[in-house]
């Protein structure tokens, strides 16, 4: 959109994955004279304000000096040989695929600082929240970045040990076996990835995902891609998370504090995705291809799954947490975005990724009202709040009662939405998936997927009756509204799911060259 | 009579390479200067005695500077010049270094542990004892014959067995002692009668020739030979900890003073593996069919039981951080024999070699910095159990980071980026070989270990129990623990520093 210097944007993208790093590592050193601000708490929560929200101008800049007119081709590329030995290279770059992504990590961490600025997390100093926070920013952005194998593992594990300590030390009940579950089924998962990464890395002769994406896995042979996207596959799968492989994540979102929740599901998610789409597509398609339908029929598994799990939870007298019930609700979300990739189409890709975004705008606020009304209440037990006839949170907060049915019905699919065109271009890719994909399979897929939004819709309202309406008794506690710090960090994720329903194609422009280029194998 | 006495007479009138042995030589000569100084230097001013080892072991590892070229052997056949008994070529060097490196780091430990133990430990003997030990692991990897390899691997054992008994009228130290000495002496003679079926049937010492004429055995002693080979074996995989010759670890560590249980951690291992590496790589090469199979097995096993055994440690026993280093550390001796045993599989056998080395020094330094802050806590909490690291954040900032970032590089997780890339090498190894499943195993093996070290790094920032007691630090473990960071946090920025041994043959 403006014209900016090729060395500025370089220096951007490499200020956006080290910036956080080095926030991190100033957030653990004392206040430095003149920002000590009203207290050491106050400062360290400052400071994370101020970082992130510069690494999120950076992102915005960045996506305003992007080439909107050539999304497919790698910008803001950085290449210098870092070990040598073995072949890894600090090779960065951003696409019309990573971009969004970077862009929603930055906005999504910005918001949570501002969000924590407000409303500290309980537990212990602040200080290490921060430069938690800000070392996974780091971490997430740079998955999304990096354009070198081994450097995509280092970035996918470096998030690892923040979001642990993140759940184990300032969330709620259950949170040490939930924080350990988390970890260990992510690491199994992504230990395993990495022998597939090497595997490919090895036989290929290089790590750089640009020339293994141009040569879209002709020095592959067939087995070697089956093998590695197993390995690869299933590293992803747990962390997307894909049916079965997804048990870990109902427990940390239900024990993780509200601001890793939101991060959680609106960005560490969407790493394994984004993996599928980067490297299993373009780099091994004789093995996705092989795989494809096992995939898809695992990720309509999820939908249904995590739609019945969700009704099961809604219902009256099932002591149902709300925040399981949105975690449950990812595993469906993320089966549709599974259910795209499998297509190997581009209308499914995109669609994925489409859906990729909108899950974590309207999952970052669904995560965040919850939050809000724990707050509230102290409790997201929803037998608790609606007790027999329905919380009635239109009466007592109209406000986050109506940003709260807002989500839901965003959630839900609703045309005009963000969370719609994704879904539905998913339902598309399946309806006529890529030429050696058996066709019958997917029309079933794509039936089962179909009945799968049904479910959904079932429960989300159920979930808003519950929760939002019913009758208020006379003398009920009014519960404290909306504050003006909570408008602040939900307006953005508002505005920008009613811009993505609304005009697909900001998006969608961007993602769908880059795609076509993916599946095409690099050269088009 | 005549004809036999001429060729011994030449063979005896060598040129030595003085400067060549230099290292291994300087260790030993302080060693005895130490040992004789002991008998003059009064009571109060001991601790000399202990900044002259110092001294004399950095000497030792400068004196690798002039060799860096990494092209001088010695003690070569007269008849035959590329027969040499003592090489130092690029594998030699980088082992003296980490042997001579470790050495220096326990011997910081030592200073501190010999000045708060004070008359419990008769320091002369200690020093000497320990530059012996360094010494003849020095000379370990340098050595190309079977003779010089056995010889080398005694004289850096026998020390070690008193060093661990030295505590005296402490039970569990001399029991340590006695386990230690009994299970090495039954695998060196293990060992022994293996070179001596190796030598029935190749008539050579010489680890090259060996490599040659072990192909050309006669049919009649093919079984002696390969059962040669694989008796050899055992004695290196004993120093290596590999199960199962595992079992004195944790009670060699506990019962041993802790900077001498750090020292067999690294250079003991150290021994080990540059043994098997010779043994293997250099004298059987034609042999990894048996080999290779069998030391994949071997890491297999280690790995798993290192791991699970470390797993089983209750925070709140005696000794349970000594003993989780222990376990952990026969665990890592797994992850070390995984290159060894792809060796025997691949094409470029020095190249995966290069891994064990690589994944050896990231290993010497992190694990010597575990211990370095073992030993710091285990001067206020001496009963050293993991349950006494809780809230160490609290009344030491830095050292409690600095452990998360030892046992992290450990566990191979970021921000121990260079735990995670030496782990990366040694999967590439194991991958690069077609060894697949014991990718796999290693792989279960990695969640497994990060749960316990994961566990005990939680634990330094735990709210402290009671008061956090803050002392002052002694100038040697603060050294030590400054050294082992500095290495562990500079080779994370540039990890190229040591996998370059990983990308290029050593030998």
């Not at chain 2, 386990?179 to 010489?206: C, E, N, P």
Request: glycine share 10%.
């Amino acid at each position: 959109m403006i014209d900016i210097n090729e060395s500025v944007m370089q220096f951007l993208l490499a200020f956006v994955v080290v910036g956080p790093l080095l926030g991190a590592v100033a957030a653990l050193l004392p206040a430095p004279p003149g920002l000590k601000g009203k207290s050491p708490e106050q400062a360290v929560l400052r400071h994370g304000v101020t970082m992130t929200g510069a690494i999120l101008v950076a992102a915005i800049v960045l996506a305003l000096g992007f080439d909107h007119d050539h999304p497919s081709k790698m910008q803001a590329t950085t290449d210098i040989s870092w070990i040598p030995a073995l072949d890894v290279r600090i090779h960065l770059g951003i696409d019309g695929i990573s971009l969004p992504l970077l862009v929603l990590t930055a906005l999504l961490t910005f918001l949570c600082a501002l969000y924590s600025y407000f409303k500290p997390p309980a537990g212990p100093t602040p200080k290490a929240f921060v430069a938690l926070l800000l070392a996974l920013e780091s971490g997430t952005l740079a998955t999304f970045a990096v354009l070198d194998l081994l450097l995509f593992f280092l970035a996918f594990e470096m998030v690892l040990i923040p979001m642990y300590f993140l759940i184990a030390r300032w969330g709620g009940a259950g949170r040490t076996q939930a924080a350990w579950k988390f970890i260990l089924f992510t690491l199994l998962g992504s230990v395993v990835m990495l022998l597939g990464l090497l595997l490919i890395g090895i036989k290929a002769g290089t790590f750089d995902m640009v020339a293994l994406a141009t040569d879209n896995g002709r020095s592959l042979t067939t087995s070697v891609q089956v093998i590695a996207v197993l390995a690869i596959g299933i590293g992803l799968a747990v962390k997307t998370p894909m049916w079965p492989l997804h048990s870990w994540l109902p427990d940390a979102h239900t024990a993780a504090p509200t601001v890793g929740s939101v991060l959680l599901a609106g960005v560490l998610l969407k790493m394994g995705t984004y993996g599928f789409v980067r490297i299993l597509l373009p780099v091994a398609p004789d093995g996705f291809r092989t795989f494809a339908p096992y995939l898809a029929a695992f990720a309509v598994v999820g939908i249904i799954y995590g739609s019945l799990a969700c009704l099961a939870l809604a219902k009256q007298g099932a002591k149902g947490d709300l925040k399981r019930l949105i975690a449950y609700s990812s595993v469906g979300h993320m089966g549709f975005v599974l259910l795209g990739i499998a297509t190997m189409t581009p209308t499914g890709v995109n669609g994925a990724l489409f859906a990729n975004i909108a899950h974590g705008l309207i999952t970052g606020l669904l995560f965040f009202l919850v939050g809000a009304l724990k707050d509230r209440t102290g409790t997201t037990d929803l037998d608790a709040l609606a007790e027999e006839t329905g919380a009635a949170l239109y009466g007592k907060a109209p406000r986050l009662g109506g940003l709260l049915a807002f989500a839901a019905v965003a959630s839900l699919g609703l045309p005009g939405l963000a969370g719609f065109w994704g879904e539905m271009l998913a339902l598309f890719g399946a309806f006529d998936p890529a030429n050696d994909l058996s066709r019958p399979a997917f029309l079933t897929f794509m039936a089962i997927a179909a009945f799968g939004t049904l479910l959904t819709t079932a429960y989300l309202l159920i979930v808003v009756r519950r929760v939002c309406m019913g009758a208020v008794p006379q003398q009920a506690p009014r519960l404290a509204d909306v504050h003006t710090y909570e408008f602040a960090a939900w307006t953005p994720l508002v505005a920008l799911t009613v811009v993505a329903g609304l005009w697909p194609r900001a998006l969608l422009g961007l993602t769908d060259p880059a795609v076509q280029q993916l599946l095409a194998g690099g050269t088009r | 009579m005549s004809a036999l006495a001429q060729p011994v007479a030449q063979s005896v009138v060598q040129s030595i390479d003085w400067l060549a042995i230099a290292p291994p030589t300087a260790t030993a000569v302080v060693g005895l200067v130490v040992l004789v100084a002991d008998l003059f230097v009064p009571d109060a001013k001991k601790a000399v005695l202990g900044w002259v080892s110092v001294a004399g072991l950095a000497v030792s590892a400068l004196l690798l500077l002039p060799l860096l070229d990494g092209d001088r052997s010695t003690f070569c056949l007269t008849g035959d010049t590329r027969v040499c008994s003592y090489t130092a070529d690029r594998f030699t060097l980088v082992i003296q270094f980490l042997v001579l490196g470790g050495a220096l780091l326990a011997a910081l430990l030592s200073v501190t542990a010999l000045k708060d133990g004070r008359r419990r430990l008769p320091e002369g003997e200690f020093w000497f004892l320990l530059l012996s030990s360094a010494a003849g692991a020095a000379l370990l990897p340098a050595s190309r014959d079977l003779a010089t390899l056995i010889v080398a691997l005694e004289v850096a054992s026998l020390p070690a067995f008193a060093l661990v008994g030295i505590r005296h009228g402490d039970r569990r130290s001399s029991e340590a002692a006695l386990k230690f000495f009994l299970s090495s002496v039954t695998a060196t003679a293990v060992s022994l009668m293996g070179i001596s079926f190796v030598y029935a049937s190749t008539g050579t010492l010489y680890l090259t020739q060996v490599a040659d004429r072990i192909q050309h055995v006669d049919g009649q002693l093919h079984t002696l030979a390969q059962t040669g080979v694989v008796l050899t074996l055992v004695g290196f995989a004993f120093k290596t900890a590999a199960v199962p010759f595992h079992f004195w670890v944790p009670d060699t560590y506990v019962g041993a003073p802790l900077p001498v249980a750090a020292y067999l951690s690294v250079v003991g291992k150290a021994v080990g593996f540059s043994g098997l590496i010779l043994v293997t790589v250099v004298a059987f090469p034609s042999y990894s069919d048996v080999w290779g199979p069998a030391l994949a097995a071997l890491a297999a096993l280690t790995m798993t039981v290192g791991n699970v055994g470390a797993l089983r440690q209750q925070a709140t026993r005696a000794y349970s951080a000594v003993r989780l280093l222990a376990w952990s550390s026969v665990g890592q001796a797994g992850y070390l024999l995984v290159p060894i045993a792809a060796a025997g599989y691949s094409k470029d056998a020095p190249k995966a070699i290069g891994s064990t080395v690589a994944y050896a020094l990231m290993y010497a330094a992190v694990n010597l910095g575990a211990f370095a802050v073992a030993a710091l806590v285990g001067r206020t909490k001496t009963l050293n159990r993991i349950a006494d690291y809780r809230g160490l954040y609290a009344s030491n900032p830095l050292t409690a980071l600095l452990l998360a970032f030892f046992l992290l590089c450990l566990a191979g997780l970021p921000p121990g980026i260079i735990g995670l890339f030496a782990k990366v090498t040694v999967f590439s190894a194991a991958v690069d070989a077609g060894l697949g499943w014991l990718a796999v195993v290693m792989a279960v093996n990695v969640v497994i270990a990060l749960f316990y070290y994961l566990q005990w790094t939680a634990l330094l920032f735990r709210a402290p129990e009671g008061a956090p007691a803050t002392h002052r630090v002694p100038a040697p473990l603060t050294a030590a623990i400054t050294l082992t960071g500095v290495i562990g946090i500079a080779l994370s920025g540039a990890p190229q520093l040591v996998l370059r041994f990983a990308a290029t043959g050593l030998f």
